[in-house]
């Protein structure tokens, strides 16, 4: 990925060697979690804990610390970093926290700074895996309970022998572009004023561009030919990938899905711009810097992209 963009995305950074060839190794792991340095990430939920004071360089716990606060899961290896072993792991629902470590919810960590950036992927990576592990606990083949193996990312089913692997789901996001125009849609999801991308999830069997010109089709009735891809951004609310797009609209109607979207038009790259630089007389905004929505926008403003 372009290293500009990743560098303006949250949770597209991350500073961890997943060292995943490692995973298979049950004495390796259990050493890993063993070890003095190791750090572990404090999940409850979609909040992570952080030792709040001083401009915190990490969420990570030492051992000792973390000790007294984890649910009896298996931690997640998450990888190394600067030759400590990474994990995250749970917290004891209702566990009584020392005042100065407080749960924040890993969106606001993000949109307003409150971690060095290579953080975030460490608490995207964490947050998603916990999710997924809190929410298939039992094999989907037989029913039966299943065991986490492999660090975390496999979890084996004991009575058929079933192999279950974390989930990713995939979205596309997409600027549907029109010569000088874009085209934005307002969901009754966002604070208002907010005009945004289109996104939908990509359903099996379909291709990242067939998804992009279903979801527009559906959501605003426009046509759209070529499919471009400028970048992506793990979204861990709770397991997503955003795969950033841009569509070349071949019709200009506009039929909007009631349903999805309170409005949708086309925006001037000039009125776009003022709503980037957050001074649109109305009062009209796009997302905020850290996602791939506005960087999916501020890239076409700015005449970086070719569609
Ligand atoms: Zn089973």
């Not at 874009?182 to 067939?210: H, K, N, Q, V, W």
Request: proline letters at 6%.
């Amino acid at each position: 990925m372009n290293d500009d963009l990743t560098s303006r995305m949250g949770f597209a950074r991350s500073f961890i060697d997943r060292q995943a060839l490692l995973r298979a190794n049950d004495e390796e792991m259990a050493a890993m979690l063993g070890r003095r340095e190791a750090l572990f990430y404090l999940f409850a939920d979609d909040r992570v804990l952080v030792q709040v004071g001083a401009a915190p360089q990490t969420a990570g716990f030492a051992a000792e610390h973390a000790e007294g606060l984890m649910s009896g899961e298996p931690p997640v290896f998450l990888g190394v970093a600067d030759g400590r072993p990474l994990f995250a792991a749970s917290v004891i629902a209702e566990a009584p926290l020392p005042e100065a470590i407080k749960p924040i919810d890993i969106r606001s960590v993000a949109m307003q700074g409150l971690l060095p950036d290579g953080e975030l992927g460490a608490l995207a990576q964490g947050r998603s895996m916990l999710y997924w592990h809190a929410t298939h606990r039992f094999c989907s083949r037989c029913g039966h309970e299943s065991t986490p193996v492999q660090g975390g990312y496999r979890r084996d089913c004991s009575h058929c022998g079933a192999q279950h692997f974390p989930r990713t789901d995939p979205v596309s996001i997409m600027l549907i572009v029109n010569g000088e125009n874009c085209l934005l849609g307002r969901s009754g999801r966002f604070a208002a004023p907010m005009y945004s991308t289109l996104a939908g999830f990509i359903e099996p069997g379909e291709t990242i561009e067939d998804a992009v010109r279903r979801e527009t089709m559906e959501e605003a009735g426009i046509t759209v030919g070529k499919v471009t891809y400028l970048a992506s951004q793990p979204w861990p609310f709770p397991a997503s990938l955003m795969i950033g797009c841009y569509g070349k609209a071949l019709s200009e109607d506009i039929v909007i899905d009631r349903e999805e979207l309170m409005d949708a038009r086309w925006f001037s790259r000039d009125e776009v711009r003022i709503m980037l630089s957050g001074e649109h007389p109305d009062g009209l905004v796009v997302p905020q810097r850290f996602s791939i929505a506005h960087q999916l926008i501020w890239s076409w403003v700015n005449g970086h992209v070719a569609i």
